[in-house]
């Protein structure tokens, strides 16, 4: 029944490490995003989807990459994390106009 | 770039008591929409109330409600009869209206709301 899910929930890890992220949602949605919320609890957005094609890229490292395979999942891949990669990630959909987005439950990101 | 101020890191209200938290934005569009999030430990990301800027009638949500001030880009969030369930960090958000799928959310800092027995 989970509208908008991710995996995992918590991720720790090592600095230099790849890591991915799977978000999926069941809504039947046309855009996905992705925000990285920080420890003063700031939320930014990162990345956003629309049909598996890519329209908001906020001058995030390329080391993330995100892929979008349908209009249903849209995962983040991270390489050579870093330290300041520690944060909540959140997935979020919504439709096309003026409705509210839905979001995941985050995912914690933890670096060593 | 459109921005969202909360101007209150931290509020503080007692049960059944009735607060109000505080948020500007800033744009030059004239269609565009506002939310409030309400975040509780858990870390989930809620919903609280949505208001459209082209209907000049405050949106309100049971004991949540809005005074929407186009003019002056005001956009405050009053929550009346105060649960200790209220107690979360609440975020103000903006989003465009128009710009093909560029429908980013642009959030405030948030403001942090304690409810006192």
């Known amino acids: 029944d989970t509208a908008v899910s991710q995996t995992p929930k918590y991720l720790v890890t090592q600095m230099g490490n790849d890591k991915s992220i799977k978000c999926e949602q069941n809504l039947g949605h046309d855009t996905m995003y992705w925000y990285k919320q920080d420890s003063k609890k700031f939320l930014k957005i990162m990345f956003s989807y629309n049909n598996k094609e890519l329209i908001i890229n906020e001058t995030v490292p390329n080391r993330f990459s995100p892929k979008s395979p349908d209009k249903a999942h849209l995962n983040l891949h991270i390489n050579s994390l870093e330290l300041g990669d520690s944060a909540v990630y959140f997935c979020?959909?919504?439709?096309?106009?003026?409705?509210?987005?839905?979001f995941g439950d985050g995912t914690r990101l933890s670096i060593l | 770039a459109q921005t969202v101020t909360q101007s209150q890191p931290e509020m503080s209200v007692q049960e059944a008591e009735t607060v109000t938290l505080s948020c500007t934005y800033d744009t030059s569009e004239s269609d565009y929409y506002l939310f409030w999030y309400k975040q509780p430990p858990s870390r989930q990301m809620i919903l609280v109330i949505r208001?459209?800027?082209?209907?000049?009638q405050n949106a309100t949500e049971n004991r949540f409600s809005v005074n929407f001030q186009k003019a002056a880009k005001s956009f405050s969030l009053k929550i009346s009869d105060s649960q200790l369930g209220d107690a979360a960090m609440y975020f103000c958000?903006?989003?465009?209206?128009?710009?093909?799928?560029?429908?980013?959310?642009?959030f405030g800092k948030g403001t942090l709301l304690t409810v006192n027995p």
């Open positions: 979020a959909s919504s439709p096309t106009g003026g409705q509210p987005q839905h």
């Open positions: 958000a903006y989003r465009r209206a128009s710009g093909g799928s560029n429908y980013k959310l642009t």
């Open positions: 208001q459209e800027a082209y209907k000049q």
